[in-house]
């Protein structure tokens, strides 16, 4: 099992390990979600199984560890297939009825997940150095445009994705959400973002 490194252009400290789902000891990535599901319930979201589908087969993950082995950032990279279904695809269309989802018939695009980290100095530092890194691999792979999606109540994820060049997008303007997944009681709405490869190497360099 190996380890992929790029040069680092801000010399920090911080080394973001990066690893495919299928190269991943089964122990090593259940670690990593479990840390991932804590963020989240801290949060003060709930759990869906209307938003955990096995996304794996095409996911890289990428996190970072403190000394002792201590996980304090983490952030998924799920590249587009014909034959699959990123994240984005998985919500549901705010506001029409029936109910439809987003198919997002485009090759060499991912999904990105929004980065999980410690409420803490030292995650913070982490999770803008695990969002420059995944911005970094996306450009070495190539891909057009990446996808996402965000909580607008979360201010400070919105001020991350929005000063560092990402866009609301344009092509799947209307929210998402997945049934019974809620932040504080309330059910969640998210925002769905694209990033071009301009704003691809802004995050790399500039975040």
Same mark, same amino acid.
């Given at each position: ?46 759990t ?19 000394q ?6 983490a ?53 803008k ?9 996306? $450009?070495? @792979?190539? *891909?057009?445009?990446?996808?996402? #999606?965000?909580?607008?109540? %979360?201010? =400070?994820? /919105?001020? &991350? ?6 866009? $609301?997008? @344009?092509? *799947?303007?209307?929210?998402?959400? #997945?049934?019974?997944?809620? %932040?504080? =009681?309330? /059910?969640? &709405? ?18």
């Amino acid at each position: 099992m190996s380890n992929l490194t790029l040069p680092n252009p801000k010399q920090t400290e911080i080394t973001v390990q990066i690893m495919h789902c299928n190269d991943l000891q089964s122990g090593l990535l259940n670690k990593i979600k479990s840390f991932v599901n804590k963020i989240y319930s801290e949060a003060g979201y709930s759990t869906s199984e209307w938003k955990n589908h096995n996304f794996d087969p095409w996911s890289t993950w990428f996190w970072v560890e403190e000394q002792d082995g201590r996980i304090i950032a983490a952030m998924r990279l799920t590249e587009k297939r014909p034959n699959n279904f990123i994240p984005t695809e998985i919500g549901i269309v705010f506001g029409i009825n029936p109910k439809l989802r987003y198919a997002i018939a485009e090759s060499n695009v991912a999904d990105w997940g929004a980065v999980a980290f410690e409420l803490n100095r030292s995650g913070l530092v982490a999770a803008k150095e695990t969002f420059r890194t995944v911005a970094r691999i996306c $450009l070495v @792979r190539g *891909y057009e445009r990446v996808y996402g #999606f965000y909580n607008p109540a %979360l201010k =400070g994820i /919105e001020k &991350l994705y929005l000063s560092s060049g990402v866009e $609301l997008s @344009r092509h *799947y303007s209307a929210p998402i959400y #997945f049934p019974e997944f809620c %932040l504080d =009681g309330k /059910e969640s &709405l998210f925002n769905v973002i694209e990033c071009d490869k301009y704003c691809l190497h802004k995050i790399a360099s500039e975040l």
